[in-house]
């Protein structure tokens, strides 16, 4: 346990008073200290702006005002029982998912860390908290991006710039033929062996370039078929991460359709070229017939 002794010399094993008070009111995350009977003794400022309350009103307060009565019972048992280890520290937002209540009502998600100390003789428990608000709104932001992604027949995916896949949802499930599970940290390339009559390295030197690149791939399925795609890819940085955003559709069945058009069309216009060809001949041997100055007799053969 440690001990932190209210004279003020600096020594080796401790910090100096004045500049732990310092840190205390200048720390981001709301620090707050409680006696063995749970009382609040020190609320730091950043604990003022968090909870919406001032030092002067929860000093002297259980620490359960600033939680939800849903929590309270086993949240004290959980310090009490704390209180009486010899464990020094103890992160407890690592554990389960803590709730926190303002001043005004509000409930908020908090992740805490706990650590006992001693000054002169007296035992305390101080508790660090952290304001989870914004990364659970942006947890809570991707998950609703992710099932909207999901609701797409395209085959979208995200991977790491020439790194590991992150991102897979259920249309590339049904296109590839992979799970979700399956497919997140593999390679996206060596999953699906993508190529291009140009090379993939054309294709990735173009994205690097522009942060963009549309076309058509083949990739391989998980059953070894091969499925065209049209695909559009953007390259994407965020500070020192980068990472690709892939949307794929199947034109496969298109592709098909359009090539026997194609040769339908080319079959047609091959017909059309011989029955005029026919149509010259025939004319041409009219004309030849229309010019001899006596009658012709056509005859096919001779018995």
Avoid at 32 to 37: F, N, P, S, T
Avoid at 78 to 97: D, I, Q, S
Avoid at 215 to 239: F, K, M
Avoid at 251 to 258: G, K, L, Y
Wanted: hydrophobic share 40%; glycine share 6%.
């Amino acid at each position: 346990m440690a001990d932190i002794s209210t004279d003020p010399p600096l020594c080796e094993e401790g910090v100096h008073p004045i500049l732990l008070e310092v840190i205390i009111e200048s720390a981001i995350d709301a620090i707050i200290a409680l006696d063995v009977q749970q009382q609040i003794v020190l609320f730091n400022p950043a604990a003022e702006l968090m909870f919406k309350c001032p030092a002067n009103v929860a000093l002297g307060q259980p620490l359960d005002r600033f939680l939800p009565a849903r929590f309270r019972a086993s949240h004290r048992h959980l310090v009490t029982g704390f209180a009486k280890t010899e464990n020094m520290n103890w992160r407890a937002g690592n554990l389960n998912h803590v709730v926190a209540l303002r001043a005004n009502g509000e409930e908020f998600p908090i992740e805490t860390s706990i650590a006992q100390v001693a000054v002169d003789g007296k035992t305390y428990v101080a508790i660090t908290v952290r304001d989870m608000t914004g990364r659970a709104q942006v947890e809570a932001s991707s998950r609703r991006h992710a099932d909207l992604l999901d609701l797409t027949h395209d085959a979208i995916l995200t991977w790491e710039w020439r790194g590991k896949i992150t991102f897979w949802n259920r249309g590339a499930e049904q296109l590839y033929g992979y799970t979700r599970v399956e497919a997140v940290g593999k390679d996206s390339h060596e999953l699906l062996h993508p190529y291009h009559p140009n090379g993939l390295d054309m294709v990735l030197s173009t994205l690097e370039q522009s942060k963009f690149w549309e076309g058509e791939l083949t990739h391989i399925r998980r059953d070894g078929s091969e499925v065209l795609v049209e695909s559009r890819l953007v390259l994407i940085d965020e500070g020192e991460s980068r990472y690709v955003l892939e949307a794929n559709q199947d034109i496969t069945e298109r592709s098909s359709a359009e090539a026997e058009g194609a040769r339908s069309r080319e079959r047609e216009a091959e017909s059309r070229a011989e029955t005029g060809a026919a149509i010259a001949a025939r004319d041409a041997l009219q004309e030849i017939l229309d010019d001899l100055p006596g009658g012709v007799l056509l005859m096919t053969g001779f018995r």
